[in-house]
Structure formats: structure tokens, C-alpha cells
């Protein structure tokens, strides 16, 4: 039975509750009236049930799906304001036991060559990434107990925080390794990571146990309760996710709604981000093979309805998509996304050719971080590498209570401009670095606050004259 305050995956997760809500979406999706009375209430951007979220994305009128993406953006613009968050995934082990038919690392794949970042090996990743700018990072491993225990994750996790190289560090390690107990989430909590994250992949049970037929992820309940135990080990920040392509995508939709219900519902915090991966090419691994690959067009409107069912969620996409498409998302929703990336294992230090078989899946947008920040500016968005949330334990509820008041621009946008400025004065090239000065400028002018204000401007000049770290 359909329960969202339950323990258990096939409560909270009910697949008769997500037929009955694709059922309700289906016969609605003509209803003019319930289509308007829905977007009168997203309006009011405190978020939407699962079944009305599903009434909009299952929505064909035209003119409605033109106020859905008008609607998103306006959220997007009222809760994130033009900031948006970069960062990098580091890839220390594709060593895994497991038999994930979508994953190039799945453990019958003999002919990738298989790499585990030694602890010498992670520091110079992370000196390359500093240099490159960045300063929150997701670290990403396969599943494997023997090659890649929790005791080589949080030596990692220690090596990554300890590396100063020049003006670098890195302030936020986000974790994205298979699901493990609450033991571990608590050893990972104590390491001081900032959000644990784990994509689903699917939620529908029989899919999920034919796409991981081999190996300890082919466990759907212990995958899906996953980031209940991440929670009860103290870990409140949390990213949800669903590799689209998999299985339909509005079972994924209702279904994911319904997890960050639950999580809602049981510990009263909602999820912290949600990713929203597609499927890629990969070595051994031909996303044709799979019948429910979406295009560009639903792509965008399940990026809006989730803006709008979940106002207060960050949104991640990642460089498996084109320039082009993360413009779109980005107007829609999407608050934070990876640059420079390299999905192979020491990918940053040692730069692998364009074709390179132990990357994880092919990336699409292989621009420098540079030119990505650049890229943002152009558009009008404000690049941000600020970690100060985390620093400052605005986690988990306390994190969301600041977002539903629309408090979070207090913070989020100075220190945006601050660490942006970080970046201009240590990393940008001479272009970037015009165009960033100028947009400094500007957005110096829009702070309210007028101690805030001149707090900002006495910091610019600090972080000018070597100065660094600077947070509200
Ligand atoms: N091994 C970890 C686990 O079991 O959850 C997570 C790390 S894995 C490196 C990160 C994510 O990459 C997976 O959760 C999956 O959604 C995604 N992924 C795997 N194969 C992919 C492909 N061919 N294209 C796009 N994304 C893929």
C-alpha cells in the first residue's frame, strides 16, 4: 500500500500509486480547468503533488505548455536569481562488481582497462582541478568492496580536503558511491562530505532488476532505501536522480516526485538536488539498445515540471549534454552544472585522448572551464563556486527553511560574486576576466542590503590584494 511516510521502497515508491497517478495524468491532460486551477497553485512556487506534476508534463495543449515553461523560468529566476553553481566530477575508481547492463563498468566488461587513483595519483587530479578553478567537487566510484572499500573512499575524501596548492582548495566534496549502510553514510557524514548522491537509475522494480541483473545493486529495496539510511547515518543533504532512457519517463517522473515526498514526509527535509542524467554512449554500451530514450523537447519539459513541482530542489546537469541543451535547461531550472569534465579515471591529470575507453560515457560538452564560465557570463548568469552553506551547516532543514522564505539570495548571491571574483583574479583568461570584472560590477549594484553591500565592496578589494574565503 502507497504510504510516504514508510521505511520501506515499495511503499513510499507504490508502483500501483505511480500507474494510478500516470492513469489521472492521461485523463487530464486535455482538462482545461484542472490544467489552470494546478498552475494557479504553482504559481505560488511551495510546489506541487506528484499527480498534479504528472497532470502538467502529461499536458498537450499547447498554450498551457507555453505557461509551464514560462512558469519554470520565473521560479527558476524568483529561487536562484541568474546564479548557477559549477562543478566537477573526479573519478577514482571504475574497479565494479557489479553487472549495470547501461554501464560501461559493468563487471563482465573485460576490455576497459580498469584504474584506481592512488592517494599520490588523487592529489594531482586535484591540483588539476584547482588550477582549473574549481572548488566543490563529486567524486564517483564503482561498487567494489575489495578494490574500493569505504576506507579507500574516506582516505580520499581526506586527501581531497587537505590539497592547498596555491590559492586552491576545495571547500564541498559531494559523493556519488553505490549505496551502502548506515554505518558508512555516518563514517561519510563525520568526513564532513556535503551531499550524498545516488541516482536510481529506475524506479521501476521489474526494469531495475532486469537493467542490474548481477551484483549487490540488483537489490531494489536496499538501492531505494538507500538515502533513507544516508539520513539516519546524519547525512541531510541528499541528490536524487534517474538515468532517463532507462524505462518510461513519466513512470521516472512520478516516481521520483514520490521519493522526494517521502523524504519529505519522513524526515522533513526534501531532497537537496535532483540530477537529471540521460543515457550516453559508452564502451560496450549503445543507448539505442535501450526504448525509452527521450527527446530534446520532453527533455526540456520534464526539467520545467520538476522546477516547478520542487521549487526549493537544486537542479544538476552535467557536460553528457550539449552547449545547446544546458542553455535551455538552465533558463528552466537547472541551478548547478559540471565543467571541464572528464569522465575516465585520472582524466585531469593526465588529459586521455578524444576517444578514450575508460571513460564512463561519452561527454558532449568538452569545453574548458573557462569557456563555460565565460559562456554563463554571456548569457547573463552569474558563475558561483561558493561552498559557504556547507561551511556554515546550512544543511539539510535548515538549508530549506532559508529557500522557502526566498532568504537564500541574502547569501547565495554575494558570496556568489565574491567567489567568482576568486576565480576572475586566479584563474580566468584575460577575456573571461574583462567580461567577469563587468558583470562583478553590475551585480554589486543589484545587493538591497546596503551593509551587505559595502561588506561585498570592501571584499572585492580584499580578494583583489591576495585575500581569500570570504563568506556570509
Ligand atoms: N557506482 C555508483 C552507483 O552504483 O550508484 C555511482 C557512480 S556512477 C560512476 C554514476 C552514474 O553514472 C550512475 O548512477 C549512472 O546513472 C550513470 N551512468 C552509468 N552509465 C551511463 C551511461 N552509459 N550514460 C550516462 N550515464 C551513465
Redesign the pocket.
Known amino acids: 500500500m502507497y504510504n510516504p511516510k514508510s521505511h520501506k521502497a515499495e511503499e513510499f515508491i507504490n508502483h500501483e500509486e505511480v500507474l494510478a497517478s500516470l492513469n489521472y495524468a492521461e485523463e487530464n491532460k486535455n482538462n482545461l480547468e484542472l490544467i489552470d486551477k494546478i498552475l494557479e497553485k504553482a504559481k505560488l512556487a511551495k510546489g506541487l503533488t506528484h499527480r498534479e506534476a504528472a497532470v502538467l508534463l502529461a499536458c498537450e495543449i499547447e498554450e498551457k505548455n507555453k505557461e509551464i515553461f514560462a512558469l519554470a523560468e520565473k521560479i527558476k529566476k524568483d529561487y536562484y536569481g541568474n546564479r548557477i553553481v559549477l562543478f566537477a566530477p573526479l573519478?577514482l575508481s571504475n574497479y565494479?562488481v557489479?553487472g549495470?547492463v547501461?554501464?560501461?563498468?559493468h563487471a563482465k566488461n573485460k576490455h576497459i582497462p580498469r584504474k584506481k587513483l592512488t592517494q599520490e595519483e588523487i592529489r594531482k587530479e586535484v591540483i588539476a582541478l584547482q588550477d582549473m578553478g574549481h572548488k566543490r567537487l563529486a567524486i564517483?566510484?564503482?561498487?567494489d568492496p575489495v578494490n574500493n572499500p569505504i576506507e579507500y573512499i574516506l582516505e580520499s575524501i581526506k586527501t581531497i580536503y587537505s590539497i592547498k596548492h596555491k590559492n586552491g582548495a576545495i571547500r564541498r566534496v559531494n559523493v556519488?558511491?553505490?549505496?551502502t549502510t548506515v554505518e558508512n553514510y555516518k563514517k561519510l557524514h563525520d568526513a564532513g562530505i556535503g551531499t550524498y548522491i545516488?541516482?536510481q537509475?529506475t524506479y521501476n522494480k521489474e526494469s531495475y532488476e532486469q537493467l542490474h541483473p548481477t551484483g549487490p545493486?540488483h537489490n531494489y529495496a536496499y538501492h531505494t532505501e538507500a538515502m533513507d539510511r544516508a539520513m539516519q547515518g546524519g547525512i541531510d543533504d541528499v541528490g536524487l536522480?534517474v538515468?532517463f532512457g532507462l524505462e518510461s519517463y513519466k513512470y521516472e517522473f512520478s516516481a521520483l516526485l514520490m521519493h522526494a515526498e517521502h523524504l519529505e514526509a519522513a524526515f522533513g527535509v526534501g531532497p537537496h538536488t535532483i540530477s537529471v542524467?540521460?543515457?550516453?554512449k559508452?564502451d560496450d554500451?549503445d543507448?539505442d539498445a535501450f526504448d525509452n530514450g527521450i527527446d530534446d523537447e520532453i527533455f526540456a519539459k520534464i526539467a520545467a515540471c520538476i522546477r516547478i513541482a520542487v521549487p526549493y530542489t537544486g537542479m544538476i546537469i552535467s557536460t553528457?549534454e550539449s552547449e545547446k541543451c544546458r542553455e535551455r535547461l538552465l533558463h528552466l531550472g537547472v541551478s548547478q552544472i559540471s565543467g571541464g569534465s572528464k569522465t575516465s579515471v585520472g582524466g585531469y591529470f593526465e588529459p586521455m585522448p578524444e576517444k578514450d575507453e575508460s571513460a564512463?560515457?561519452d561527454v558532449s560538452d568538452r569545453r574548458t572551464l573557462d569557456e563555460v564560465i565565460k559562456w554563463l557570463m554571456e548569457l547573463g548568469f552569474l558563475p558561483s563556486f561558493c561552498t559557504a552553506c556547507y561551511g556554515s551547516g546550512r544543511t539539510g532543514d535548515r538549508f530549506m527553511e532559508i529557500c522557502k522564505e526566498q532568504q537564500i539570495h541574502n547569501f547565495c548571491h554575494p558570496n556568489a560574486i565574491m567567489t567568482l571574483k576568486e576565480y576572475l583574479e586566479d584563474y580566468a583568461q584575460p577575456e573571461t576576466k574583462a567580461v567577469g570584472e563587468k558583470l562583478i560590477a553590475a551585480e554589486v549594484k543589484t545587493l538591497e542590503n546596503s551593509k551587505i553591500k559595502q561588506t561585498v565592496d570592501e571584499n572585492l578589494i580584499k580578494i583583489h590584494n591576495g585575500e581569500r574565503d570570504f563568506k556570509f
Open positions: 573519478y565494479c557489479n549495470c547501461y554501464c560501461p563498468y564517483e566510484a564503482g561498487e556519488n558511491i553505490a549505496a545516488l541516482f537509475e545493486k536522480g538515468l542524467p540521460r543515457i550516453k559508452a554500451i543507448p553528457r564512463q560515457f
